[in-house]
């Protein structure tokens, strides 16, 4: 054995960082780098914060999730058997099928049913007749207490009109009292109600007639605003009107067509006086008129032409005076 040093040889066992097998040499060569006082780094190669790389993280999965298509969810389908089921008080259990389901409620309903109806068969259901008796009084009691309220308040409006005519209770009442008295004592629940049923039936009828009555009126308006005048094959829509009825029109127009020619125009009346003053020779040439057919000699031609030249010329007169 080597004899003991005092002093401290160097250590050949401890790993380089340059060793392969060294996992632990860039850590060593960190803590190393630490111990030195070195330049501070430029602020841009600063590196950044736990807390903002955490919030970088964070803003990039919420940009990744944004650019992921969104599509619309579908809706639960909702199991109507078990919603209706539920109003009633029955709940499904977990393996049981909607068919199972059912039977079971059909088999539970109709076994109460057969219960019920077996207790009825022995007198031992449902309410006592005791009872049943007492809830029929206290609804006759009540409307007993209703009409002797409204006989009371009658009684009570019969006596402040006496009052304001100044009679006495024992003075005799008079017809419309008796008549207004008997009619409050008569009248029950029952009229009244059937009454008020009339009322409301009538009432209803007028509105319906009403309703029609409106939507006749509107259908023969539009149909004066959309009326199609129908002609019928072989007839001219220009032709002038035809009068096939007596009617008011037909018979005045007549009345008027019968006195024509009777009356003396001024143009019959001017010729009548040219043939008095002056004869005008005229040919005798006759033509024959391509729309009538009628024979116009040139002689009649000429006879309009000299009245028409009168007129003229006489009209011309009376300007100038």
């Known amino acids: ?17 340059v060793d392969p097998y060294n996992t632990k040499g860039n ?7 630490e111990k030195k006082n070195c330049a501070p780094k430029e602020k841009d190669e600063q590196g950044m914060s736990n807390l903002l790389m955490e919030i970088g993280k964070s803003q990039s999965q919420l940009a990744f999730q944004e650019s992921i298509p969104s599509f619309p969810r579908k809706k639960a389908h909702k199991n109507r058997i078990d919603a209706e089921a539920a109003r009633y008080g029955y709940e499904r259990k977990q393996f049981e099928s909607p068919k199972m389901f059912l039977n079971r409620i059909s088999m539970e309903t109709h076994k109460q049913v057969n219960d019920i109806s077996i207790k009825a068969k022995f007198e ?21 207490r209703r009409r002797e309220l409204k006989r009371k308040r009658s009684e009570k409006i019969l006596a402040l009109k006496r009052a304001e005519k100044g009679l006495d209770e024992e003075d005799e009442p008079s017809e419309e009292e008796e008549e207004a008295a008997h009619m409050v004592k008569s009248t ?10 009339k009322d409301k039936k009538a009432q209803r009828n007028e509105e319906l ?36 009825f007596n009617s008011k029109l037909k018979i005045d127009m007549t009345k008027r067509m019968a006195k024509a020619g009777s009356k003396d125009l001024k143009l019959k009346a001017l010729l009548q006086n040219r043939g008095e003053e002056k004869e005008t020779i005229y040919q005798e040439n006759e033509k024959i008129s391509k729309d009538t057919g009628s024979k116009i000699t040139e002689a009649d031609r000429q006879r309009v032409i000299d009245m ?14």
Do not use: C
Not at 215 to 232: D, F, G, N, Y
Not at 308 to 317: G, L, S
């Open 1 to 17: 054995m080597a004899r003991h040093s005092k002093i401290p040889k160097k250590n050949r066992k401890k790993l380089k960082s």
């Open 27 to 33: 850590v060593i060569k960190e803590r190393e780098m």
């Open 124 to 144: 031992l259901a449902g309410r006592a007749k005791e009872e049943i008796d007492k809830d029929y009084k206290e609804i006759d009691d009540k409307i007993e």
């Open 188 to 197: 029950t629940p029952s009229m009244t109600k059937a009454s008020s049923k």
């Open 209 to 244: 007639k009403k309703i029609k009555k409106d939507k006749r009126l509107a259908i023969q308006k539009e149909s004066l605003l959309t009326a199609k005048e129908i002609v019928p094959f072989g007839e001219r829509y220009d032709a002038p009107p035809k009068f096939e």
């Open 308 to 321: 028409y030249r009168e007129a003229k010329r006489q009209k011309r007169q009376k300007e100038s005076e």
